[in-house]
């Protein structure tokens, strides 16, 4: 195959992007801010891949394949609409392969097992925001993930509106103390919580600050207090929720599949989190193993690159031989 594949990953709070040539060398590499096309459309996002190539010195067009793995394009039409989108900016050259997906199938083809290539298992990222996709050959499950009105929590505005809710409550005697209540007044510069959350509700205070109490959450966890402790069991929950939906709709039990765990909150990896998702996802199915719940060991753009892969080797224009492994990939990232 003559030609550049190009693998992006685009998350809600960051941007990569990765090209390597058909021997699986990677020449190029960058990041930017994030591009979900819930927040910015098709053709913001496409700005956003464009500029991180840009700046990594790589082309930023007629790529001989390219793979997309996208934040909130969660249904085949948001698909076909960045499709055409990247088309008619000349992502891809004339005749070249383009595959669109949403970003946690990059998620799970980062951590597949190199006989697989990613065609089974489970996905579930808590991060920005929470989703899941389930895969089984050609079979797919996916969930609506637009946040409260889906029914979807635990994300890291989530979790800092919580953290906020509890320290009012705290101060107000409506709730007990909590760890919390130190760690909101840290984050806005406040002497109470009430404080930080009227900044908040008359503008005072960055949209979308709240986002960063998540981590204060989980340290709080970890180190015994009670209603963080409970913040992450509810998020633990939300999480093995996912991963059985997905199981059940796909036909299997839930132990028959790999469940992957990315997004910033589960990739940290904190000591009470990753208990408490062990625990919950042992809930819903007894007969999981450990071996069968992975994290993402190597960035998600590793996975949108093997897509690329993926997507030659589907067309025709490579052998299958000719994929690389997640670790020979993410070696060269680092």
């Known amino acids: ?3 550049l594949l190009l693998g992006v990953d685009v998350g809600g709070s960051k941007t990569a ?4 040539d058909a021997s699986g060398r990677v020449l190029w590499s960058g990041r930017g801010p994030g591009g979900s096309t819930d927040e910015h459309g098709e053709d913001g996002c496409l700005d956003v891949v464009r500029a991180a190539l840009a700046a990594s010195g790589a082309p930023t067009g007629r790529y001989a394949v390219a793979a997309l793995a996208v934040a909130g394009v969660d249904q085949p039409d948001e698909e076909a609409a960045l499709v ?17 997906v949403n970003d946690l199938f990059a998620v799970l083809r980062s951590a597949a097992d190199d006989d697989a290539h990613g065609a089974r298992g489970i996905a579930v990222i808590a991060g920005t925001g929470t989703n899941a996709v389930g895969l089984d050959g050609e079979r797919t499950v996916r969930f609506l993930s637009l946040g409260p009105v889906s029914g979807d929590w635990g994300g890291g505005s989530d ?3 919580a953290a906020l809710g509890a320290a009012c409550r705290e101060e107000d005697g409506r709730g007990p103390a909590t760890a919390l209540t130190a760690a909101v007044c840290a984050q806005y510069g406040t002497a109470t919580a009430h404080e930080a959350v009227l900044a908040l509700h008359r503008g005072r205070a960055p949209a979308g600050s709240e986002r960063h109490l998540a981590r204060a959450v989980l340290a709080a966890a970890d180190d015994g207090d009670a209603v963080a402790v409970g913040l992450v069991a ?8 996912f ?11 839930l132990h028959e599949l790999p469940v992957v ?34 994290y993402t060991d190597v960035a998600p753009v590793v996975g949108s690159l093997l897509l690329a892969f993926d997507a030659a080797v589907a067309a025709g224009s490579l052998p299958a ?5 997640p670790a020979a990939l993410a070696a060269q990232l680092q």
Do not use: C, F, W, Y
């Open 159 to 161: 979790l800092g509106v």
């Open 1 to 3: 195959m003559e030609g």
């Open 261 to 294: 765990l990315g997004g910033g909150l589960l990739h940290a990896r904190t000591p009470r989190l990753t208990a408490e998702v062990r625990a919950a996802l042992l809930a819903r199915d007894p007969l999981v193993a450990d071996g069968s719940i992975r």
């Open 243 to 253: 991963a059985a939906a997905s199981a059940a709709r796909l036909g299997h039990p």
């Open 234 to 241: 509810r998020l633990a929950g939300e999480v093995a929720d």
């Open 17 to 20: 992007v990765a090209v390597a």
């Open 84 to 100: 055409a989108a990247a088309h008619a900016r000349g992502l891809v050259r004339s005749g070249g392969v383009l595959s669109v």
């Open 321 to 325: 031989g000719a994929r690389p492994t």
